[in-house]
């Protein structure tokens, strides 16, 4: 028997009700774009990230607190918040000091989630700083569980294939059994050569959707590695650097 | 834009509220082993299958229709039944005229869903028929959603192999805007040459459930296609070949 802690994934917030998460890390990954867009914020210095479930709960803290107010709805900008979704709206000249209430379709749902069933501890994973969730995973010795934000509850491929990078990278310090972990890493292994083709090739639902909106940029950004490698924690309803 | 009809692929019971199936043919696939055995009792000679949710159920409708009960729960017969869920037990000289009352974990239970979500068509399938399932799907012309049983709602690898093995044959036929069908088909191009020798290095879940349970023969023929190639439907109540 190993003694190695357990790792999860868990491609759709649809099925997090099957896993006792409370012993748990839990990854929060939602790669296009609200983890990739959180990690790019705090790395530029955002003093913290508000994540929250709904528009108007997002404008009432945005005016309490002074902050800058972002989210979308369907890929697009909410009605009456200021920012969007893009990694390219908060660059260091705009976001550093300020702190950034964030609302998104899936992500932020998803980490309220793995709140409400008391997970151990919530960090953000997204390409952009897969080294640092890596290196988190491997240093703290806990079990681990993969927490697609997934479209609707559908699952979606790029999620799915950060999952897969981080069990590519960690596997074998887990106890993995978990046919969706299996599943994860063997699609990674397939797509890693060229994550932007990979997806290009397999009609990614959401490739198509953000290429739609003219957002070929960000979809490259958010399948890069380590472009802002730090690790966000959720504390007291923030989100902040490790 | 394409006139083909949809196809779908749902990895977990738990996700198929996500979709309408109202206007589609819904394959059941639980290849390990439930409808792996439906279609070969019914290849076999059997007169028709009928699908219950639970044991008590089984028993009732097997005294009343003097049918075999068969079923099983966490992998082994279940208690007050006669037969299993391996495809062993139902050879020629057994099933041939009689009517086999089948409850199982996942399978039977997913069928229930489906129907009870209004779909048009249901038919069963697994490497056993997947040529029979193939050429119905192609012939019907209609949209389809691959319903992966999974278990205990958790995807599993050798259903989701199975949903890649249809859509690997057919997948032009449709439009397929579904990343867990495109995930589905790379897994599947991934395991193909080797099935059983996949689900081994793989570390899947139901392999080693079943290994332990000293089954290595179900598992090669559940992965055998077309060994059983007829193509059970579902009509009032029961399962008859088409």
Not at 79 to 84: M, T, V
Not at 91 to 100: R, S, V, W
Not at 190 to 212: Q, T
Request: aromatic letters at 6%; proline letters at 2%; glycine letters at 6%.
């Amino acid at each position: 028997m190993s003694n190695k802690p357990n790792l999860h994934t868990c491609l759709s917030p649809a099925l997090l009700h099957l896993y006792d998460v409370s012993n748990s890390i839990v990854v929060i990954i939602d790669v296009l774009r609200a983890t990739s867009t959180i990690v790019t914020a705090l790395n530029n210095g955002a003093r913290c990230v508000i994540p929250v479930d709904d528009v108007s709960r997002c404008k009432e803290i945005g005016k309490q607190m002074q902050a800058v107010t972002a989210g979308e709805r369907d890929g697009k900008i909410a009605e009456g918040l200021e920012y969007g979704n893009s990694p390219f709206e908060y660059p260091k000249e705009f976001i550093e000091g300020k702190t950034l209430v964030l609302t998104t379709t899936n992500g932020t749902r998803l980490l309220h989630m793995a709140l409400d069933k008391g997970a151990r501890e919530i960090v953000i994973g997204s390409f952009a700083n897969l080294s640092a969730v890596c290196d988190h995973l491997v240093e703290m010795k806990k079990d681990v569980m993969l927490a697609c934000a997934a479209w609707k509850d559908r699952v979606n491929m790029e999620d799915t294939l950060f999952a897969g990078a981080v069990i590519n990278r960690v596997g074998e310090n887990f106890t993995i059994n978990c046919d969706s972990s299996h599943l994860a890493e063997k699609m990674y292994e397939k797509g890693k050569k060229d994550l932007f083709d990979f997806m290009k090739k397999n009609d990614a639902s959401h490739y198509h959707r953000l290429m739609g909106f003219g957002l070929e940029k960000d979809i490259r950004y958010c399948l890069s590695a380590d472009e802002a490698n730090v690790l966000p924690l959720y504390k007291d309803g923030k989100l902040v650097l490790k």
